[in-house]
Every structure is written in C-alpha cells, then in structure tokens.
C-alpha cells in the first residue's frame, strides 16, 4: 500500500470514566470509521467466539455457552500480573488481525480511529498520526465511574493506579478533548480535529 494515499490513523484514549465512548460516537456520527478494541474483545470472547477454548483451556472454569464468563475470568487475572500476560498473550494477536481486516475494508477513508482504552499502558503509539486523549476534571470522573453498577471506591483506585495518570496522557497528546463540559462543546472539540486531519493532505 502506499502510505502517502492511506487514511491517517489516530489513536484515541482516556482513563476510564472520561466519556471516551462518547466521544468514539461522535467521530463515527461524523463519517470517520472506528476501531473498537473493546468490543472486538467481546466478540471474540462471546458465543462462539474465536477465542473461547484457547481461554477456557489457559483458565478452566471460566466460560460457558454465552462465552466468556467476565467475572470469573476478570477473578481469575486481576491484581496478577503473570495471569494477566498469560490472558494478553491469546487476546492481543487476536486484536491485532481483527485490527488489519479493518484497515483493509476502510483503506480508502482519509481518516480512521483505533479506540485503544490502554494505548499508552499497553499498545503504545507506534503506526499512529497522531493521538487524542480524551480528559474530563477529576471529581466528574470519579462521580460517573461510581455510578456504575457493581463499582466501588476501592475497584475505582484498584483500577486508576494500573493506569497512567491522565495529566501524563495529557502531556503526551497531540490533542485533548475535554469531556468535562457540554455534548455540543465537546461535539466542537471532535470537529475541529476531524476537519484538520480528513481535510489536509
């Protein structure tokens, strides 16, 4: 392929509870394909799932017909860090062609995103155009992360301390969207970014 006519990929990111998700529809509302690692997990992880028995045969016990049992998966692998490799190491190859098939279909768009909840943590930025952090004020995180069911105080520090703080994401953005404001502001944010990038040559 020739790079100079392929799209422009950008990587998206946030810590949790930063309306990453929000902000991925509004690139999609917009025309610009998306990525979502998140969810090609799950389909690889759900009925029939390419995926199934590899992490049935690596942890016993932890699927069922529908799939991926999340809970019993997620107590097998959290807070170990060799469980959690082991778990990594069928999941990401996996991703990582499900990523190619994507770029494959949407080679022609001028502009295209990965949501990648872990880049900086995990996947770093190699192969992007550019990366957007998607950032909102700490107390209005901390009040949507709590809202969701099954969330505690505890699981919410648990998880903030496996990610890299969101001033260092921040930091290492070429652009931030700040979810800490209204829908049709940040709406502003993503087209401004779309306009600069699908639109430049």
């Known amino acids: 392929m020739n790079r100079a006519a392929a799209p422009k990929i950008l990587g998206l990111t946030g810590s949790i509870g930063m309306g990453k998700s929000t902000v991925a529809g509004m690139f999609r509302a917009l025309g610009v394909p998306v990525f979502d690692a998140d ?7 759900g009925p029939g799932g390419l995926l199934v028995a590899a992490i049935e045969a690596a942890f016993p016990g932890t699927t069922g017909p529908e799939g991926v049992i999340r809970q019993k998966l997620g107590a097998a692998v959290f807070g170990d860090k060799a469980e959690l490799a082991r778990l990594e190491g069928i999941v990401h190859p996996a991703v990582a062609e499900a990523r190619r098939r994507f770029m494959a279909t949407h080679g022609s768009a001028p502009l295209v995103v990965f949501d990648i909840p872990l880049l900086y943590e995990k996947t770093g930025d190699r192969g992007l155009d550019g990366v957007v952090v ?52 940040t709406r502003r944010q993503v087209g401004r970014i779309v306009d600069a990038l699908a639109g430049s040559e």
């Not at 700490?138 to 001033?167: C, N, S, W, Y």
Request: charged share 25%; proline share 5%; glycine share 4%.
């Open 134 to 185: 998607v950032s909102a004020p700490a107390e209005a995180q901390r009040a949507r992360v709590l809202a969701r069911p099954g969330m505690t105080a505890e699981k919410f520090q648990q998880i903030l301390t496996l990610q890299v703080p969101d001033a260092e994401k921040r930091a290492r953005a070429d652009f931030v969207i700040d979810t800490g404001t209204t829908l049709q502001e």
């Open 39 to 45: 969810a090609t997990v799950h389909e690889l992880q």
